[in-house]
Nanobody, 121 residues
């Protein structure tokens, strides 16, 4: 079993920055690909960014290109999402998810409980 706990969400003004963290425990963290998803109010969950198990490859949604950066520290069992130049449309509950092979398949087995990000205009 893998447990994921997100932190770092909050209220920020448009143009500001936040860094989300996802602490992973329970299995060998370095075997798992990790991704961030978000669910805006009243909308479906959507993909944000993903990073492979070694941290050598990343992919992102067009909506966050150039603004958000995913990274991981395998020594700390943690994945980060640095969010810059935030916009009101980035308001959502942000979730991290993990899976072996998730980076290629797009399918993730383990999910955190989510952290709220609210961007005011």
């Amino acid at each position: 079993q893998v447990q994921l706990v997100e932190s770092g969400g909050g209220l920020v003004q448009a143009g500001g920055s936040l860094r989300l963290s996802c602490a992973v425990s329970g299995r060998t963290f370095s075997n798992y690909d990790v991704a961030w998803f978000r669910r805006p109010p009243g909308k479906e969950r959507e993909f944000v960014e993903a990073i492979n198990s070694s941290g050598s490859r990343t992919r992102y949604a067009d909506s966050v290109k150039g603004r958000f950066t995913i990274s991981r520290d395998n020594a700390k069992n943690t994945v980060y999402l640095q969010m810059n130049t935030l916009k009101p449309e980035d308001t959502a509950v942000y979730y991290c998810a993990a899976a072996v092979g998730g980076y290629l398949s797009g399918s993730y087995d383990y999910w955190g409980q989510g952290t709220q990000v609210t961007v005011s205009s």
